[in-house]
């Protein structure tokens, strides 16, 4: 079991700056990959960015270049640095940790953070 906690969000102007930032307890050590989701009102929810435990980030083309995830292995921590924020980024942005038993992978959703960018 893991449990996965967000923090960080809030209300920025566009062209601000948020980050970030989810910890994860539980049974840590088999975490293979940190992602951040969002969903914004009447959108399916939707990857913005994925690392694994090595260190490889990938990113949705809607945020390459101003959205950079990074992960702290020793603290369980997963974080995504939000840069020349839009409006269109508004949305609950979801962490998500997978869990591997084996071949098999769990997801854990932590239970989201408000990201809110005015115009």
């Known amino acids: 079991q893991v449990q996965v906690v967000e923090s960080g969000g809030g209300l920025v102007q566009a062209g601000g700056s948020l980050r970030l930032s989810c910890a994860a307890s539980?049974?840590?050590?088999?975490?293979?990959?940190f992602g951040w989701y969002r969903q914004a009102p009447g959108n399916e929810r939707e990857l913005v960015a994925n690392?694994?435990?090595?260190?490889?980030?990938k990113y949705a083309d809607s945020v390459k270049g101003r959205f950079t995830i990074s992960r702290d292995n020793a603290e369980n921590t997963v974080y995504l640095q939000m840069n020349s924020l839009k409006p269109e980024d508004t949305a609950v942005y979801y962490c998500?940790?997978?869990?591997?038993?084996?071949?098999?992978?769990?997801?854990?959703w932590g239970q989201g953070t408000q990201v809110t960018v005015s115009s």
């Open positions: 690392i694994s435990r090595f260190g490889n980030g």
């Open positions: 539980g049974s840590t050590t088999s975490i293979d990959t």
């Open positions: 998500n940790a997978v869990l591997m038993v084996g071949i098999y992978g769990f997801d854990y």
